[in-house]
Structure formats: structure tokens, C-alpha cells
């Protein structure tokens, strides 16, 4: 009863053969002659399969010239070439099982697919079934189907803080679903493996401490359960990572909060808020756990500041979760920082004096060798009035004059264009009471 199958199909294909071949001009569009085409390759591929014991082809003999036995080739209805194996219009894709009971065989569209499937007759199946073969395979697919959402399971936790997915979100359609391109197929139904109690479905539930988590299968041989928990490695680490930005920021704070003691004459600010400090911080260091700009106080990503207004001293403490507290940073300005400031100011001094230098040069250039007066060189004499900018005194803020105050040049001429300029400086080390512009 078998063998006459065959010849029916190849009588079945004739008849398409005669749509696909010669259409009426303008009677179909390019899809439904694509449509057509599809539905003649399938002939091709049952009428190869009842030739085969219901074996169906590999996807190497379903293309033309393949061994299928095609008495007309369909054609891609966009190019007019013979239908071929790809991904543009008028192409087709076949995969089939690994047991060769079923395949799969779409074509493309102008806009979408079409999709036609095939699977061993229910009659062999279940012949083969008795033997044990058919259910075993499907067993072993439902398993491996179950086995790819294990896995789809520990990734999407892994992405979301390392806590197993609710239920509602295990399936083809679910959040789970949705971020992966592939969804394991029930080898009983033919459908999307979907929580259940029949042959092929799958049972899930997330366990009560957030990580673990149970799956189970269901075989036509019994349950096979498949949990476990979602690795909390990437947890770990992104804990760790927001341990050391947390404690990398304290150490931005602190920085700031020196600033700000320079700019208000060594005295460390009462409180470090980002109001007080922004302009000494900008951006502001952000709490890694909410996203937020981080604040004095508890919780997770913020630190403590407190001051001895006595002493002028200061620490910063990053919080860590569970109350923790990270990096502790004692600033005690006076021992850390003395002299910086008069430093910074000396430093001032030799750049300001060197410019009044460049401003003698010039005045020599431009009469002959000859040099200015000490009342000249001031910012309202013949040499300033020549320039826009004038350095400043750092110590009175004044423009700097021909004075033996701190902070101010000592000019004078010699001659035969020679001079002496220095400046008075603070004599804190390595600097020396006195600078000789070079």
C-alpha cells in the first residue's frame, strides 16, 4: 500500500507544475506564484519521502539538482531564475529534523513568509513508537528544548541582579521569550514549548531566596526535573565594581573639600554636599546603587563627613550595603597641607615676574636699548598703560609694584641696559625669600 504513494504525488505535482510554469499574465502577484512555487517544492520533498521510508531529504538534495525529483523546477518569481536556497524575495529556507521525521520549508514574501511544515504519517509514527524509537527522540528533544530554557533562565537573571524570573515571564511571548531570537518547539505538538502538564511542556517556578529555581519537563517516559539557581558571578562583580566606585568618589570628595579649604583661607567647609562643593566637583560623583547624585548619610553609595571644627580636621567614610563602611579618609589640613598655600602664591610670584621681565625686553626693543624708569614700570606707567594684563600681587591682590613687600618686584636699572628683578617671595622650602627673574 505503500509504494503506490509516490506516483500519486508525482500526479499531484504535474497539476502545480501547470500553475507554476505558465501563469496567466497579470493573473497572479509575485508572492502567490512564490506561494505556489513553495507548495510544489513540498510535493517534491513527501513524494522524495515516501520514496525513503518517510525519511525526509536533507537540505543539500532540496535545491535543483539536489537528487528531488522535480519534473519542473519552480522559478523566483522577482528574478524569473530558478528558486534557490537564501534569505532574499523569492528564496526559500528547509531545515530538517535530525532523525529526518519532519522538516520545516518557508519562502519569502514581498512583505513576510510562508511556512509549511512536514512530519513522519501518523501511521509510521506510531509503528515506530511501538518500537520505542519515535517517543524516545521526542523525549530527548523535549528535554534539550527544556534544557535551552535552563539556560535562557540563568541569563536573563544573570542580566537582572542575579534573581530568577518570575513565572508569568518564562514562555515563547514572556520577557524571556522576547530576548532571545529562538524559542525550543514542543516535539509533541509542533508548538512553542509552553508551561504545562501534557507530553513536551515544561513546569517552572523561581525559588524563595530570588536565585534558585525549578524546572521541570514533561517526557512521555516522566518528569525530569532540571532547576538549579542563576550564577551570581556577574552580581559579584558589579557588587565589587560599585564597592570600588564608591570608594574611588570619597577620594574625588576629598580632593574637593582641599580646594574649597585654599579658597577660604584653610578652613575646611562645615558640610560636603554638592551644593557646597559643586564648584570644586563638577561632575558630581553619582551613587553606583540608585543612579543618584551621592549625599552625606547612610545607604549603600553615599558617605559620612564630619568635621572638628576645633582641630580643622575632617574625615569621609563611603557607606557600603548592609551598613558596611568602605574607605575611611582623615583629612587633617594643617599637617597635610602646610604651606601649600604660600607654595601655590611663590609659584605665582616667579610667573608674574617673569612676565614683567618680557615687559623690560620689549621696552629695550623698542627704544633702543634703552630702559624704563622705575616709575614706568607700575601699571599705570608708560610700561603698563602698553598692556592689556598686569600680574597681581597674590598676597594683597593688588597689581604688583616696584616694593619690597611680599609679593611684590624689586627693579633696578643698571647700566648699558643691564637691571636686576626680583620678587619677594614666602620662604617656606624649597623656595627662598627672594626670586631672580631668569
Known sequence: MRRFVPSILVALACLVVIGVAAPVAGAQTNSAQMKQGI??????????AADHGFVYPAAAVVRKGGGLTAPVWPR????????APGTGRGAYTY??????????????????????????PDWLAH????????AAARDQAAELGARVIKGYVEQYGMLYNGVAPAAKDVSATGAVGQMFPYWPTNPFTGQPMAAGFQQGDFSYSPGVDGASYSLWVMRSSGQVLLGGAVPQQLKS?????KIALTNANIWKIQNAVDIYALD????????????????????????????????????????????NGSSNTYSIAAQLPGNATGDVLDGDWWQLNLGIRDRLKNMCCQASVQVVKEYIEEWKTAHAGALPTSGQLTRTGAVGSAHVWWPANPWS??????????????YTPGDGGSYTLTVRQQPVAPYAQYYTAQ
Open 39 to 48: 507548495r510544489l517544492l513540498k510535493v517534491y520533498v513527501d513524494a522524495y
Open 76 to 83: 523566483n518569481p522577482w528574478t524569473g531564475k530558478p528558486m
Open 95 to 120: 531545515s530538517v529534523a535530525p532523525d529526518g521525521a519532519s522538516y520545516a520549508l518557508s519562502g519569502r514574501l514581498s512583505s513576510g513568509y510562508i511556512v509549511l511544515t512536514g512530519v513522519t
Open 127 to 134: 509503528e515506530r513508537a511501538a518500537e520505542g524509537d519515535v
Open 237 to 241: 562583580a558589579v557588587e565589587s565594581l
Open 264 to 307: 577660604y583661607a584653610d578652613t575646611v567647609p562645615p558640610t560636603a554636599t554638592q551644593a557646597t562643593l559643586g564648584n570644586y566637583l563638577d561632575p558630581w560623583p553619582v551613587n553606583p546603587w540608585t543612579g543618584q547624585p551621592m549625599a552625606g548619610g547612610p545607604g549603600a553609595g553615599n558617605y559620612a563627613y564630619t568635621v
Open 397 to 410: 591682590g593688588s597689581a604688583m609694584a616696584n616694593t619690597d613687600a611680599k609679593g611684590d618686584f624689586q
